[in-house]
């Protein structure tokens, strides 16, 4: 019987019954490609839709009051856009000395407006601005803190600080409303006589809703080409 025991043990032993009899289904190979596909047409459908949206929203911007070309100049003042950015500067020489910068943000709030009725029925945006004046680059600086309405503009604050913008905890007195009348009308007085005043207001009024309409446009674009990436 020997010879028949040694061929069966090279049977039972061979290569082939030492492999594992744990075999993938023959169709789980297919499945997982299918759930792979459904999962890119979803993502692909997703991506479509916002597309769509977005160009949908970018078209009627251009359609309805599309942004103007934004002007360089107001008075004697230079205008930096700041393209990208939420806010702008404005610069001028005034006199021999001063060098006056105006850095400007875009709408940063608003207040109710009631009709005659005492029914809200608008608001007032607001608009902060840091007017700088310094006399030479080691001098230090001047800096009104200012509200731009509409169409007047608010002194909130006024101090003097260091030429490099370092905290050196300097006492920067009283909120402007506090102060003496007079003075605060010979400090309105100094601003216009340097433009900075209700007429001022009401251009960056104008340059703001015509910035923001670009800013929203650009960002929606640039998102628009993020998706689109491949």
């Known amino acids: 019987m020997a010879w028949l ?11 082939s019954l030492r492999t594992p009899l744990l075999h993938q289904h023959p169709n789980s190979t297919s499945f997982s490609n299918s759930r792979n596909y459904i999962s890119d047409m979803r993502k692909s459908a ?80 607001h608009i902060t601005f840091i007017v700088n004046i310094s006399k030479g680059d080691d001098s230090d600086v001047l800096e009104i803190v200012c509200s731009a309405w509409p169409n007047t503009i608010d002194i909130q604050k006024f101090y003097v600080r260091g030429c490099n913008r370092t905290a050196n905890h300097r006492y920067t007195g009283p909120e402007f409303k506090e102060l003496d009348e007079q003075l605060q009308d010979s400090l309105y007085e100094f601003l216009e006589e ?31 080409s993020h998706i689109e990436k491949k």
């Open 5 to 15: 025991i040694r061929p069966l043990r090279r049977t039972l032993f061979s290569p």
């Open 194 to 224: 340097r433009s900075i005043n209700d007429e001022l207001a009401i251009f960056l009024h104008e340059y703001m809703k015509n910035k923001d309409k670009t800013e929203f446009i650009r960002w929606l674009q640039t998102v628009k």
């Open 46 to 125: 997703f991506q479509d839709n916002i597309l769509r949206h977005l160009r949908k929203e970018i078209q009627y911007e251009h359609d309805h009051c599309p942004p103007k070309q934004p002007t360089t100049r107001f008075n004697s003042f230079i205008v930096d856009d700041r393209s990208g950015e939420q806010w702008i500067r404005l610069k001028r020489k005034f006199g021999e000395k001063e060098d006056i910068t105006i850095d400007v943000t875009m709408f940063d709030g608003s207040v109710p407006v009631p009709d005659s009725g005492q029914v809200q029925s608008d608001e007032q945006l």
